[in-house]
């Protein structure tokens, strides 16, 4: 009886441990509040090219690089070392924003900062939950790291709620991510490396010290067998590789040689690339693209930012904190591969009701008018829809496909038939129509709205966030926190978090090509469809129950 109250009380959350958490969880805080940076800054574009450009001025390339280049520092400097390196470079890309107004080129400086702060949030992005898992306990492990994405959501929703305030720009809210990050170079003074890297350093002497540091003296020696056997038990089909005295790039190699390394390896970066995939910025990062085609917000981000903000703040922020508070709950219940499985179905549904909505949806989009664009605008017409034969079955879409000078004019009054008329117009070379903005309406030369049940779609929509929220933003950084041997860990990991920015990059930009080619139908059918497939077949075949 007092063994098993023993062994309960051995698998409670330490107070020193709880803290430890939390300061290092302080890297998921960052993490969410540069994922909502980009989000915000994607999310106000309407066109491939301004999309390009952003990638570089955003500074999502260092993501790249410094989730690829912190898995070699985790590896070989240590964890913690590798949190004050990442904190370094996010202060620098603050300060760097703040000193903006007293340099010249500001397009430069801006892009330098946020190359900085993207660098540091790539390499904290894999070195927080990786720090926090080597210091907690088997059957907690899942748990505690989770709470590292519910700060992630919080920063997620702290951005958008900054973002909110007209008067703040996106560049100056990032500047704030320095302050958080301050805090934590600070308070990681008070912690020790993690014992896991230190034990397989051959510093045992100093593992055991880090142990003290977070656990009394009476339970230094159990926790650190159990740390021992729990090593063991993760490298126990690693077919005797001996990692002892070998350099960086030996050590990948002879890991790569084990079947099981690799693997975990598959299972690993496909989760984090299919994490991106299975319609993540189709239906997510991409949001507000689709909302406006869909018209819950104007075909213009620029013409009502305050609603593409709110949107912003309701399908990422909100859903994320609320999705990851039901994964760290369902985790002890359910584990990895029922939960993830059981969401992977719950996005499917999602994604089979949006194409639904779609296809029964009453009335595709705007009508193209007659009399508004040959009498009320008679001078502005477009050159393509006078000479078309069919021009009275003309609506949005086939406008805007028929000539790359041709942008539509929403119209203000419903035509006989119930729908809207709008007006096919000739665009000017800066890319809108004087005379249809002169009239106060809506001008589009990229997107058009459909006119779709708006509730049901703003629930279905929100149903997928959050299944989404609460399984494949989380699990995978997760497992990748904890599945290779230790020698190689950070490296793995790292090159597993570069693949998943690397896909973020180019998901959107498809995204936003893909909606304009074939539509939103196109997207949530044949991509969402077929990726789902895939996550299916990939949880069955190789995600292993830990």
């Known amino acids: 009886m007092d063994g098993e109250k023993g062994e309960e009380e051995h698998e409670t959350l330490r107070p020193r441990l709880f803290y430890l958490t939390l300061t290092a969880s302080i890297g998921g805080l960052v993490f969410g509040y540069y994922i909502g940076f980009i989000t915000a800054r994607f999310g106000m574009l309407s066109d491939v090219r301004s999309i390009l450009r952003e990638t570089i001025q955003s500074g999502l390339i260092g993501a790249i690089f410094g989730a690829a280049i912190g898995g070699c520092f985790n590896d070989c400097f240590g964890r913690k070392r590798s949190i004050l390196i990442a904190d370094v470079s996010i202060i620098i890309g603050g300060q760097l924003h703040w000193f903006?107004?007293?340099?010249?080129?500001?397009?430069?400086?801006?892009?330098?900062?946020?190359?900085?702060?993207?660098?540091?949030?790539?390499?904290?992005?894999?070195?927080?939950?990786?720090?926090?898992?080597?210091?907690?306990?088997?059957?907690?492990?899942?748990?505690?790291?989770?709470?590292?994405?519910?700060?992630?959501?919080?920063?997620?929703?702290?951005?958008?709620y900054l973002y909110m305030d007209s008067t703040r720009t996106s560049n100056y809210i990032i500047a704030l991510a320095g302050l958080p990050t301050l805090v934590q170079f600070c308070l990681m003074f008070l912690f020790p490396e993690s014992p896991a890297w230190l034990y397989k350093k051959d510093r045992k002497d100093e593992a055991i010290k880090a142990l003290e540091n977070l656990y009394t003296c009476c339970e230094v020696e159990k926790e650190f067998d159990a740390f021992k056997l729990s090593i063991r038990r993760e490298t126990i089909d690693e077919d005797e590789i001996s990692y002892?005295?070998?350099?960086?790039?030996?050590?990948?190699?002879?890991?790569?040689?084990?079947?099981?390394?690799?693997?975990?390896?598959?299972?690993?970066?496909?989760?984090?690339?299919?994490?991106?995939?299975?319609?993540?910025?189709?239906l997510i990062y991409s949001s507000p693209s689709l909302n406006r085609i869909t018209g819950v917000v104007p075909s213009d981000p620029k013409i009502d930012i305050p609603s593409m903000k709110e949107l912003l703040a309701g399908t990422h922020g909100i859903a994320s904190i609320f999705g990851s508070f039901f994964c760290t709950l369902?985790?002890?219940?359910?584990?990895?591969?029922?939960?993830?499985?059981?969401?992977?179905?719950?996005?499917?549904?999602?994604?089979?009701?949006?194409?639904?909505?779609?296809?029964?949806?009453?009335?595709?989009?705007?009508?193209?008018?007659?009399?508004?664009?040959?009498?009320?605008?008679?001078?502005?017409?477009?050159?393509?829809?006078?000479?078309?034969p069919d021009a009275a079955s003309w609506d949005c879409l086939t406008c805007l496909r028929a000539s790359s000078g041709c942008g539509?004019?929403?119209?203000?009054?419903?035509?006989?038939?119930?729908?809207?008329?709008?007006?096919?117009?000739?665009?000017?070379?800066?890319?809108?129509?004087?005379?249809?903005?002169?009239?106060?309406?809506?001008?589009?030369?990229?997107?058009?709205e459909y006119n779709i049940f708006k509730e049901p779609l703003g629930m279905t929509f929100t149903f997928f966030s959050l299944s989404y929220s609460a399984s494949l933003e989380i699990i995978p950084w997760i497992m990748n926190s904890q599945m290779y041997p230790i020698e190689v860990r950070g490296v793995y990991g790292g090159i597993a978090a570069a693949a998943n920015w690397t896909t973020f990059l180019i998901i959107v930009v498809l995204s936003f090509l893909l909606t304009e080619i074939g539509g939103p139908l196109f997207i949530f059918l044949l991509i969402s469809l077929f990726l789902f497939i895939i996550v299916l077949w990939l949880i069955k075949l190789f995600l292993p129950e830990t």
């Open 408 to 448: 539509f004019c929403r119209g203000t009054h419903y035509n006989i038939l119930g729908r809207f008329g709008g007006a096919c117009l000739i665009t000017e070379s800066n890319g809108t129509s004087q005379a249809c903005t002169q009239k106060n309406r809506f001008w589009s030369t990229k997107s058009c």
């Open 100 to 160: 903006l107004l007293f340099l010249g080129d500001k397009y430069f400086t801006e892009t330098i900062g946020n190359m900085f702060i993207a660098f540091g949030v790539g390499m904290i992005s894999i070195t927080s939950p990786l720090y926090i898992s080597e210091f907690s306990s088997p059957k907690l492990r899942d748990i505690i790291v989770s709470i590292n994405f519910i700060f992630s959501g919080v920063g997620k929703l702290a951005f958008f």
């Open 330 to 388: 369902c985790l002890a219940n359910f584990g990895k591969r029922k939960l993830l499985s059981r969401s992977i179905y719950s996005m499917l549904g999602a994604v089979l009701v949006l194409s639904f909505m779609y296809i029964v949806s009453p009335n595709t989009t705007e009508v193209v008018s007659r009399s508004e664009s040959t009498i009320y605008f008679s001078n502005n017409t477009c050159l393509s829809y006078i000479t078309a």
């Open 244 to 282: 002892s005295g070998s350099s960086m790039f030996s050590k990948i190699r002879f890991a790569w040689s084990s079947p099981s390394v690799r693997r975990q390896f598959i299972v690993g970066t496909g989760l984090q690339v299919v994490q991106q995939l299975v319609g993540l910025n189709a």
